[in-house]
T-cell receptor
Framework: SQTIHQWPATLVQPVGSPLSLECTVE??????LYWYRQAAGRGLQLLFY??????ISSEVPQNLSASRPQDRQFILSSKKLLLSDSGFYLCAWSPSGVRMANYGYTFGSGTRLTVV | AQSVTQLDSHVSVSEGTPVLLRCNYSSSYSPSLFWYVQHPNKGLQLLLK??????LVKGINGFEAEFKKSETSFHLTKPSAHMSDAAEYFCVVGNTGGFKTIFGAGTRLFVKA
């Protein structure tokens, strides 16, 4: 069966420090991968999605970047965190070759990031 | 263009009474529609999905939703609320041709004993 792992679960970082959040998927090949952010009291905002290794689409210009160095690994990074980067970050996957519309996402358990 | 509107930011029910969470959508394409549930500090879990098959969709934990094209609605219901249903619920619309989706703002469900 497929599983998705996301870590760390919580993170407190000072302003100006770097960030690296990791997400891995097991049990499938070439998944579509997504990073979402959920700010306090707001809905989910799609940050990045990837349909293959090295293929990253950015939805919102910001202080963050994403990379996909391996088929089932998706990394969210920042060189210098801002206070506004605080939020709940969620990784998700959907099967390749199947539009999300027919399947839906499977989400990771999330990372609570607090920038202080 | 696509959009989704969850009509209530908060819904409060008593345990054992019916639950109704309302969702309206707008889509230029034949939509696919989903409901997700999120418990505090957890990821989102798929409750159910509509992808142009039966208009009444049954999901997990006793939830169901009915797709009404004429009303552009996809309301989520449950006959009898349980304390464990207290969570935030998201209605999602996706078009059949794309990878991206639109999430509603969420409805927080409170269940009173």
């Amino acid at each position: 069966s497929q599983t998705i792992h996301q870590w760390p679960a919580t993170l407190v970082q000072p302003v100006g420090s770097p960030l690296s959040l990791e997400c891995t998927v097991e049990g499938t090949s070439n998944p579509n991968l997504y990073w979402y952010r959920q700010a306090a009291g707001r809905g989910l905002q799609l940050l990045f999605y990837s349909v293959g290794i090295g293929q990253i689409s950015s939805e919102v210009p910001q202080n963050l970047s994403a990379s996909r160095p391996q088929d089932r690994q998706f990394i969210l990074s920042s060189k210098k965190l801002l206070l506004s980067d605080s939020g709940f970050y969620l990784c998700a996957w959907s099967p390749s070759g199947v539009r999300m519309a027919n399947y839906g996402y499977t989400f990771g358990s999330g990372t609570r990031l607090t920038v202080v | 263009a696509q959009s989704v509107t969850q009509l209530d930011s908060h819904v409060s029910v008593s345990e054992g009474t019916p639950v109704l969470l309302r969702c309206n959508y707008s889509s230029s394409y034949s939509p696919s529609l989903f409901w997700y549930v999120q418990h505090p500090n957890k990821g989102l879990q798929l409750l159910l999905k509509y992808t142009s098959a039966a208009t009444l969709v049954k999901g997990i934990n006793g939830f169901e939703a009915e797709f009404k094209k004429s009303e552009t609605s996809f309301h989520l219901t449950k006959p009898s609320a349980h304390m464990s249903d207290a969570a935030e619920y998201f209605c999602v619309v996706g078009n059949t041709g794309g990878f991206k989706t639109i999430f509603g703002a969420g409805t927080r469900l409170f269940v009173k004993a």
